[in-house]
């Protein structure tokens, strides 16, 4: 699921915050979303409406008193078509008119009338957020339903440090997927253990052996999955990647690290796991011994003896108590990808496999992949983004948990 077409209302108060929150108005509508940016008279003083009406190509509401037309009715259209309201920054005074139920401006009004679920952005002064008022208020929200993103420590626009920092527009726009998914995705209820990155093995503190794998495709199933309204567990090796916003997030090297994070959150976790999806480039070998200080140059190479890791997927085939566990794996081949990859589905007791050419895969930010389920259905697709595919990879992961349950 993405941010197409979804109605969000954005609601700016009166902080010098409101020009960060200019670039979230662009990057949702870059991303298709419909956004009505609802303006009180002190946001208009920091950033012009007219900014937000070129950002989001849509007009802009700072008056509650505009007249009526036939397709518009105020705050009562506004209201009843957001899919999910954001308000960014929120002052101090907004959210104690809101804790108080006021409807004395147009984005007062329309929040009262608004029944989608509601994200509070605070930024301010740090004293301002840390009186026992504002955090009543915000205590009030909270208890009413309304997420509050707690603002970062950091510098402030006075010049001086201190809490009250307005979260970069990127991670809004996280939380802002976030809850989305949480209230329409097609996974709600459903946890997902994704496994993403390559593994490093180690031969002394310094070097390791390793692999190409970038870990793109195991983020972008993460990512794609919390939008479905997932919960989501992701296990990553090593990458440069930013873990998606609101993931319970593992960071491992090895292989056997890898394996008990997997294990823990298959076993110890609260929440029984619906789903296993092993993108990681697993290493399949390690250094039989790894040096405690750095292997010094000579004048020959040393020789370095390799042992099998564990297979991870493979080795809960038959573990007890995963009878319901849906079980997906990636197959990177050089060679006879179909062949291999099916029999890697039928050894390793996958529900389905994910074939792709290894050189052309690995470390790309596209894929091309075929996806092959129990009973030889095959279906092959065209190169696409990764998060294209991460999308494939879970329509049909949503149509084989329907499924299972059947
Ligand atoms: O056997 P092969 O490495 O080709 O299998 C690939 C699939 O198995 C991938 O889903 C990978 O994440 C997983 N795997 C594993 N443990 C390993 C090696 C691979 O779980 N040691």
């Known amino acids: 699921m993405t941010l197409k077409d979804r109605n969000i209302l954005l609601g700016v108060s009166g902080g010098i915050a409101a020009y960060k929150v200019a670039q979230l108005a662009r990057d949702l509508t870059k991303e298709g979303a419909k956004v009505d940016v609802v303006m009180t008279e002190a946001a208009t003083r920091f950033v012009t409406p007219l900014t937000f009406q070129a950002l989001t190509h849509r007009k802009v509401y700072t008056d509650l008193w505009q007249e009526w037309t036939e397709e518009e009715k105020g705050h009562v259209t506004l209201a009843h078509r957001a899919e999910l309201a954001v308000i960014a920054p929120a002052t101090a005074d907004i959210i104690a008119r809101?804790?108080?139920g006021l409807a004395n401006d147009i984005l007062t009004t329309s929040i009262l009338g608004c029944t989608a679920p509601l994200i509070?952005?605070?930024?301010?002064?740090?004293?301002?957020?840390?009186?026992?008022?504002?955090?009543?208020?915000l205590a009030t929200l909270r208890e009413r339903g309304a997420f509050i993103l707690e603002p970062g420590v950091g510098m402030l626009a006075s010049g001086a440090s201190g809490v009250g920092r307005m979260p970069?527009?990127?991670?809004?726009?996280?939380?802002?997927?976030?809850?989305?998914g949480k209230n329409s995705g097609d996974l709600i209820g459903k946890r997902l253990i994704i496994t993403a990155g390559g593994t490093q093995e180690p031969l002394d503190p310094v070097r390791y052996l390793g692999n190409r794998s970038s870990g793109q495709m195991g983020y972008a199933l993460a990512q794609a999955a919390l939008e479905r309204g997932a919960d989501v567990t992701l296990i990553s090796g090593p990458v440069n990647l930013k873990p998606p916003v609101g993931c319970k997030f593992v960071s491992v090297k090895t292989a056997r690290e890898m394996e008990a994070a997997v294990q823990r959150a298959l076993f110890e976790d609260e929440l029984p796991a619906d789903v296993l999806v092993m993108a990681a480039a697993v290493a399949d070998f390690r250094p039989v011994t790894s040096s405690d200080h750095k292997i010094k140059k000579d004048k020959t190479a040393?020789?370095?003896?390799l042992t099998l890791n564990p297979d991870i997927l493979g080795g809960l085939k038959d573990a007890p108590g995963l009878e319901k566990l849906l079980r997906v794996?990636?197959?990177?081949?050089?060679?006879d990808l179909h062949a291999n990859a099916e029999k890697k589905l039928n050894n390793?007791?996958?529900?389905?496999?994910?074939?792709?050419?290894?050189?052309?895969?690995?470390?790309?930010?596209d894929n091309q992949v075929t996806l092959i389920e129990r009973g030889g259905i095959i279906t092959e697709?065209?190169?696409?983004?990764k998060r294209a595919v991460a999308e494939l990879i879970l329509d049909k992961v949503v149509e084989l948990l329907a499924k299972k349950t059947a």
């Open 120 to 137: 509070i952005v605070p930024a301010m002064e740090s004293n301002m957020y840390q009186h026992p008022a504002t955090q009543q208020n």
């Open 381 to 385: 697709f065209e190169r696409k983004p």
């Open 348 to 365: 390793k007791n996958l529900d389905m496999i994910v074939a792709n050419e290894a050189v052309s895969s690995i470390g790309h930010s």
């Open 329 to 335: 794996g990636f197959a990177a081949e050089t060679d």
């Open 302 to 305: 040393p020789t370095i003896e």
């Open 98 to 100: 809101l804790a108080q």
């Open 168 to 180: 970069e527009p990127e991670e809004i726009l996280g939380y802002i997927r976030l809850a989305l």
